[in-house]
């Protein structure tokens, strides 16, 4: 008999420790989510990226109308350059004239964003 109350004991102190851990680890995930810096939904790359498929492909592989180098895979830091150099009228070549256009009315977030998606695209 006294094993056996023993055992019980025994057995409720274990899932009371067991529970008690799942609890603290709940708290802990719940805070680390409240500090999490919040997504930008409204930023879509890809979605984004559809204005310029035309030109330079899908896969942002083709040179544009022939003539442009290819933008997947230049590193990120270089396309933002282009880009904005492009809206600032500072970059580009004989064909500029079409790209400007194109940069125009991009957010800062939103070139930032486009240079991360196209610098990925293999
Ligand atoms: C109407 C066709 C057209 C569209 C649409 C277009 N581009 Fe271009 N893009 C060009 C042409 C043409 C060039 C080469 C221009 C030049 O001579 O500098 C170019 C050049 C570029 C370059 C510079 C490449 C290099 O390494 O010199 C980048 C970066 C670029 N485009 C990004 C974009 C992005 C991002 C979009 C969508 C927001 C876009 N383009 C939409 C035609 C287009």
């Known amino acids: 008999m006294k094993t056996l109350i023993g055992w019980i004991v025994g057995t409720l102190l274990i899932v009371l420790s067991i529970s008690g851990c799942g609890d603290r680890n709940q708290d ?3 805070s ?3 500090k999490a810096p919040a997504a930008d939904p409204s930023i879509d790359a890809k ?3 559809q204005r310029c498929v ?3 492909g899908k896969l942002g592989k083709k ?4 003539t442009s180098r290819v933008i997947a895979g230049q590193p990120k830091e270089v396309l933002m350059k282009k880009i904005e150099g492009y809206q600032k009228g500072i ?3 004989s ?3 079409v790209m400007s256009p194109q940069a125009q009315g ?3 977030v939103q070139i930032n964003a486009l240079a991360e998606y196209i610098s990925k695209l293999r």
């Not at 040179?63 to 022939?66: E, S």
Request: charged share 10%; hydrophobic share 40%.
């Open 47 to 49: 979605a984004l990226f």
């Open 28 to 30: 802990f995930s719940v």
């Open 106 to 108: 991009l957010t800062p």
């Open 54 to 56: 035309k030109c330079h």
């Open 63 to 66: 040179q544009a109308l022939g």
């Open 95 to 97: 064909l500029k004239g």
């Open 91 to 93: 970059y580009g070549g």
């Open 32 to 34: 680390t989510m409240d």
